[in-house]
């Protein structure tokens, strides 16, 4: 199953396209990261499972190394006492959650535009996260809410549009949406303390 092979019949690939290098490729690259065969095991219930070991050596300090003191030697963190993140996908609360702990700020979750709104209400934050696109109420319609509410005007903190589009007509449209900031998934440490710190401090001069 690891060897390279083609089609016999050039005229197959018309109909079922690929020319069976698929399994040989992905083995390689295996073997040029360091890693083992390729395991191949045949399930009782139909299809395949493959899977791989690859070593890595983690090195914890990259991070400290990369970008010491963009947040930790700024006043803007001292007045962070929680942000609030607006995102659908479990995968994406959890990244931005581990990112915002390594950072020491806490944070609550809403898993759209609604519970965000509700959210708002009852409690205090600093910062905003808003994904765009989320079931029930998206981040263009929760930032109109949120921003329509007498708490808002009160204290109007900023609102970080999040979203997995790099395209400048989304960024357009989230600070045409009232937005103040905009980040791209995925989120890297580096971008994130940037922005927060930036943020803060346009606020705390408003």
Do not use: C
Not at 18 to 23: A, H, M
Not at 37 to 56: C, H, R
């Amino acid at each position: 199953l690891l060897l390279a092979f083609e089609q016999a019949d050039l005229t197959t690939t018309r109909k079922y396209g690929g020319t069976g290098l698929g399994l040989t490729i992905s083995n390689q690259l295996i073997s040029l990261m360091g890693g083992s065969k390729l395991n191949i095991v045949a399930l009782k219930e139909g299809g395949s499972s493959f899977s791989f070991d690859i070593p890595f050596q983690l090195n914890t300090n990259s991070l400290l190394i990369e970008n010491p003191s963009i947040l930790s030697n700024s006043t803007a963190k001292e007045s962070i006492e929680k942000v609030l993140i607006v995102e659908d996908n479990l995968i994406n609360q959890k990244v931005l959650k581990k990112l915002l702990d390594k950072i020491n700020i806490p944070s609550d979750i809403a898993n759209n535009g609604l519970e965000a709104v509700a959210l708002f209400e009852k409690n205090d934050y600093d910062i905003i996260f808003m994904d765009l696109h989320m079931p029930e109420m998206d981040g263009f319609e929760a930032t109109k809410k949120i921003h329509s509410l007498a708490k808002y005007k009160t204290r109007n903190i900023p609102i970080i549009a999040v979203t997995a589009s790099a395209f400048d007509e989304d960024k357009t449209k989230a600070i045409a949406n009232g937005m103040d900031d905009f980040i791209t998934k995925p989120i890297v440490l580096k971008n994130l303390e940037e922005t927060i710190a930036k943020q803060m401090e346009i606020h705390q001069e408003l």
